[in-house]
């Protein structure tokens, strides 16, 4: 890469454009859309990738777009960015706040847009100044969060012909000017289950004469979980948590039907393609020793993020050339789950975590009505993510002349 040339030249492109920027997050922070719903956002995004001189395809919904920069030549690179919101409401006391009611950028979907667009433009001007040595391909992705809009960008063409992809999620534990990386498994898969329970109800005087459904419900809650931790390798990290349990409506009577409904999460990919059977035949044999029926509906989230090692590298190379050193921290595995994941599932890339907390600031949490972000970190983003693209497509394929003598 090309070193001290490059952070020159984003320094003096974010000089011009981070205020800009800036104002561009507090926009779409204070006009919150939620998942295929993202129609201004992604008419804003548009309007100013189209005075970049790019030419942004609308995905067929009309909401998130792909657009992508520079020739065909070369190998592609790619680079995502989710675009909803949640439907939380904005608890902050700030200028900016949510002026839609029950919807708010509270996980840094709005970080992440804005990151993508002042990548996008500075890499427009690299284009254009035969700089780039390939084609990047920019997704900014609708409905993360329901999920369904990796699938959707998918469909219709969004990673065809791609090499790689890259992605990051704003961190509010680590501190801005650093990025946190894994390789290997670094977020989770997240299945919806429902379980219903059913059987001959009666007097809690006689529960010998009923199938006591809500004992038998208890041994299912307490006894799934517990099968699950001995018949899977823990280095999986297989777990069934319970969110909701709903049976009977008196306390002297037990009921004839019941329900309970949890998260299945998982780090490892073959332990989650094989979860939904398991799961089943745990509870046939658990409802069938109290003599109740049991069936489930088992929801599909998504997979895990498995970070490839090379794409790691290419993304810690790049920070530390434009962050300096030490920018690049380890970061834990989570148990949260992201449909970048279906991504990686079909070409290799990596998931990074932007630091987004002020030195000795708060550290606020995601999915919170209370959720922001120092706003230092936007420039941060955009100088690792175009780093990583330009990185990424000078090792991915062979470089010509000019772009070498330009990274000497």
Known sequence: MRGRELRGELDAFLAETELDLVA?????????????AEYRTTQRIAERLTAAGLSPQVLPRGTGLICDVGSGDGPTVALRADIDALPLQDEKDVPYRSTVAGACHACGHDVHTTVLLGT????AQQAVAGLLPGRVRLIFQPAEELPGGALEVMAHGGISGVDRIFGLHCDPRVDVGQLGLRAGPITSACD????????PGGHTARPHLTADLVFALAKILT????????RVDPRSSLSLVWGRVEAGTAANAIPDDGVAEGTVRCLDEEAWHAAPDLIKSLLESVASAYGIEATMDYTRGVPPVVNDEVSVEMLGEAAERVLGAGAVVPTQQSLGGEDFAWYLESIPGAFARLGTRSPDGVTYDIHQGTFDVDEKAIAMGVRVMAATALTALCEVGPLDSTVTSALA
């Open 24 to 36: 561009f997050r507090r926009d779409l922070h204070m006009h919150p859309e939620l998942a295929f």
């Open 120 to 123: 996008s433009l500075f890499l």
């Open 223 to 230: 006894e799934l979980p517990a099968a699950l931790s001995r």
């Open 192 to 199: 919806r289950l429902v379980v219903r329970v059913s059987g």
